[in-house]
């Protein structure tokens, strides 16, 4: 069985290297947005900030965390998959912590924002726990469940930063 998955993370070892440097990258790009109008954020309510803005980097900082994972040499299918379930779940606690839901509502934003900054988040997290169920009873298919998940993690990231970048960019004054 460790052969096999040995063989797995091989076959994913240039994707999560791609998709983690992307993270990082973008994370990066993320600090010089936000820095470039560190006050139309210090004006946003702390619960919009943390509803919308910080989870993005929480994203970027996901698919970072766990293309390390997945790079990491000779790890065990159980510990990955315990790794990616804590994450997973945390994931989930997050995102309820943050009261996205809540503050969506409250700011009476679109059904396309809920989707973006609510549902697909959501949907992401579950894909990474059941990710790590599928690893942990060793089916080929956790990785590529996985693998969605990154993407889709990446994804939502870009066009959430994007949003934001266009929102702080109305806010400015002339």
């Not at 919308?52 to 040499?73: C, D, I, K, N, R």
């Not at 990955?80 to 809540?102: D, E, M, P």
């Amino acid at each position: 069985m460790i052969g096999s998955w040995l063989e797995q993370l091989h076959a994913w070892h240039e994707f999560y290297l791609l998709v983690g440097t992307s993270a990082a990258a973008l994370t990066g790009l993320l600090f010089v947005v936000v820095s470039i109008g560190p006050e139309i954020i210090a004006n946003r309510s702390s619960g919009g900030v943390r509803a919308f803005v910080t989870p993005t980097m929480v994203y970027f900082a996901t698919v970072l965390v766990v293309s390390a994972f997945m790079l990491m040499p000779h790890v065990r299918p159980a510990i990955v998959a315990s790794l990616l379930l804590l994450g997973g779940l945390g994931g989930l606690g997050y995102l309820l912590w943050t009261g996205g839901y809540k503050q969506w509502r409250v700011s009476k934003l679109d059904r396309e924002d809920g989707v973006w900054y609510v549902g697909l988040p959501v949907l992401s997290y579950l894909l990474v726990s059941a990710a790590a169920v599928a690893i942990w009873m060793g089916s080929a298919h956790g990785t590529v469940v996985l693998a969605v998940a990154m993407i889709l993690l990446l994804v939502i990231g870009i066009r959430n930063a994007w949003d934001l970048v266009i929102w702080m960019a109305r806010q400015r004054k002339p």
